[in-house]
């Protein structure tokens, strides 16, 4: 069976779901103040102004300090031009999806055939030839079951060459302790995707809210049967809209109990063409063993952040001078 893939973004507009509206409220203090319960280390915090618009597609400025970019350095691709998303999880490891880490033919990237942008807004304003701002990468690590043809696993990890240091603009999301995002619950996806059918690309960071559907949604539009052990399926219906979402960037929940942002998905694909269909992406928290895994036995000194199992909120942020 001939299955066509469309890997760069995640479609999300503004409208509905099969009737339910979907909401646009987001709180000037989600991710800010701290919640009744804490995390093990500083994480999943947003930079939000006080008075937001709601509605918008433009993040804030450095609102989502997680956001990683992979820009293309060489290859088939122009340099410069960014070409996947991903999620900083510790101070050397980036999640991203792992048909990013592969050619379009399904030949594994070399490491410096991309760099990573990390603290980023608007594309306009990086400093390409900044090694503060460009991150280089040590190696990718493709999950071993990953297969192109199927976009199977579709997961990967990337380990920085150098660790970054944390600050209010740079840091990691927290990683889920359980499945949390049962059909009906509405989730904030980050990147600089596509925003209209013309294939436009931003140049500020985007957002917007995806509410997660029934599986059956994205094997009828896509054709595809949904491998629901680490897949599951997202949508914002509409006529008109954004399509938003690198492959590989963020997929978030706050957690209404540490008020932090927590990594659950990211986009793997959709039917091709920016159309408004669902798209299916990727579990974390199926993988949650795996990427404990490659952090330990890659970087032993680093650590990735989760939900305190007690109610001791020892989740204060505190940034070198």
Sequence with gaps: MCIKFAFVFIMIVRGSVMGVPIEEQDSSEHGVATGQVGTDCPCGWSNKARARIVGGVDADPHEWPMMAGFVAKTGSYKPNKLVCGGTLVSRRHIVTAGHCVHTNGGRPLQPEQLHVVLGAHKLSDIDYNDPKVMRTIEKFIAHPNYKHSTVSYDIAIALLEEAVQFS?????????????????????????????????????????????????????????????????????????????????????????????????????????????KPAVVSDVTYFLPWIQQVVSESAPAEQTCTKLENTNNNDILVFPD
């Design 168 to 276: 209010n603009i740079i840091g990691p999301a927290c990683l889920p302790t359980k499945r949390i995002y049962p059909v009906g619950n509405n989730l904030k996806a980050i990147g600089w995707g596509f925003i209209d059918m013309k294939a436009t690309e931003p140049d500020a960071l985007q957002e917007t809210t995806v509410k997660v559907v029934n599986p059956s949604l994205c094997s009828a539009y896509n054709q595809f049967d949904m491998k629901e052990g680490y897949q599951f399926c997202t949508y914002q219906g509409g006529s008109s809209g954004q399509c938003v979402g690198d492959s590989g960037g963020p997929i978030l929940w706050r957690d209404p109990e540490t008020n932090r942002y927590t990594l659950v998905a990211f986009p793997s694909f959709s039917a091709a063409g920016c159309v408004w």
